[in-house]
């Protein structure tokens, strides 16, 4: 039996496999390392929105983009002063023990509602604002595209803005395709410098074939060439509404086909509650976050979308925190649990559909990530370390519990100094770790 002495060192150790077999495996390999890199490029390393508030186009008249996101959080702070005005009223109304949420998460919550109460917003051009006779959507769409760049330039838009157009099915897709050509023309001519906003943000909604996806990335390319973009500059949320876009005629998963069919322009999967719940047959008094369906639906997408660098996105309740109080308070609840569930789900980001959800999303979201800041950094400086803990963790679970203090981080429900702190890791380290 030969053997070989191809050690580094020089130490001699000996083989009996040749560097020609390896180079034979690598060869056979080769494509399939490629197809993987593609394919599976891993989280993206940008912030990640915790909601999408979506207003229709029509809300836009008469205001600007910062006006209209100040307003919601000027009535949710009017809703909480009214309804919750300490700490302890909010953890009794949502059912939380007290000290879950303590005066630094309400005092975040707070700030948050003044500072930046919508991360993302979408103007709806969709279900919520419905069909319109053609010159009134043509103005809405170029009034909305004129007021995102106003924000824009003068600082006053959410992280993410962008529209939501009506479908690729064929009754709408003529006007569906004009409103986003309107919108992106109007958008690029009105920022000045020919350039999009980095936080833009476009969705198509109730996809049910892969060639929808496609015939969306011809457009946005076609467009990127004419007005002479980089290519992949403009991608596309996929929305989850029918029943079609997670289980095809064929059998297979379309969720997953339809991210190929993207060809790297996907950002994210947007689960629709009620579309798909009414496409499942489900009664309307149950239609819900957390129905079975919903559970079945979003888990194909998570593990469709894991590892390609598409977001996941939960969808909403309708159940409005409005009326007396008992409503309120029951409203709030029940978003409250419904948030703190997606959380739990690794659904990190939801809709919300009116002011008076924001207290809740944001009391949920910050106490999730700061009732578990302690233990997460621990176990993570025990890692890095190698000084194990309570705890052996792998490097799989090193890059969640990163990416777990970086999303807290990102939506302001810890700070800088106390991760840091916690974790002996600045924010470079804890990106390198999380594989961003």
Not at 122 to 139: H, L, N
């Amino acid at each position: 039996m030969a053997r070989h002495d191809d050690s580094a060192d020089g130490a001699g150790y000996g083989t009996t496999l040749s560097g020609a077999v390896r180079d034979q495996v690598d060869g056979a390999l080769a494509e399939a390392d490629a197809e993987l890199s593609r394919r599976y490029p891993g989280e993206p390393s940008t912030r990640q929105p915790v909601h999408t508030v979506y207003v229709p186009a029509d809300a836009l008249a008469g205001t600007g983009v910062g006006e209209l996101v100040a307003d919601w959080g000027r009535q949710a702070l009017a809703l909480l002063d009214r309804h919750a005005p300490d700490a302890a009223t909010l953890a009794g109304i949502v059912g939380r023990p007290a000290d879950h949420l303590a005066d630094e998460v309400y005092d975040r919550v707070r700030a948050k509602l003044e500072r930046e109460p919508v991360e993302d917003l979408r103007i709806d051009f969709e279900d919520g604002y419905g069909p319109r006779p053609d010159a009134e959507e043509d103005a809405a769409a170029v009034r909305a595209a004129r007021l995102v760049a106003a924000a824009v330039a003068e600082g006053s838009a959410p992280p993410y803005v962008g529209i939501r157009m009506k479908c690729m099915e064929a009754a709408v897709r003529h006007r569906g395709i004009r409103t986003l050509d309107l919108f992106l023309t109007e958008l690029l001519a009105a920022g000045g410098g020919g350039r999009l906003p980095e936080g833009l943000l476009l969705t198509l909604p109730k996809v049910t074939y892969t060639q929808q996806v496609s015939a969306m990335v011809r457009l946005v390319e076609d467009f990127e060439r004419a007005a002479a973009l980089p290519e992949g500059r403009i991608g596309f949320e996929i929305q989850i509404e029918t029943t079609q876009s997670i289980l095809g005629a064929d059998g297979r998963a379309t969720v997953a086909r339809m991210i190929d069919a993207a060809e790297g322009r996907a950002t994210g999967l947007h689960y629709g509650t009620f579309d798909y719940s009414a496409s499942c047959g489900v009664g309307a008094a149950y239609q819900s976050m957390e129905h079975p369906v919903a559970d079945h639906a979003k888990a194909v997408m998570q593990v469709a979308a894991a590892g390609t660098g598409v977001r996941l996105s939960d969808g909403s309740t309708n159940v409005i925190p409005t009326g007396d109080a008992a409503q309120v308070r029951d409203a709030w609840r029940l978003h409250h649990r419904l948030v703190r569930r997606s959380l739990e789900r690794a659904y990190y980001q939801g809709w919300d559909m009116h002011p008076g959800h924001l207290p809740t999303r944001y009391a949920a979201v910050y106490s999730f990530y700061r009732e578990g800041l302690d233990q997460s950094a621990a176990r993570l400086s025990a890692y890095v370390s190698r000084t194990g803990g309570d705890v052996m963790d792998e490097p799989a679970t090193a890059k969640a519990l990163s990416s777990y203090l970086l999303r807290g981080l990102d939506c302001g429900a810890v700070d800088t100094t106390e991760v840091e702190k916690a974790t002996g890791l600045d924010r470079q380290q804890l990106n390198a770790l999380a594989g961003r």
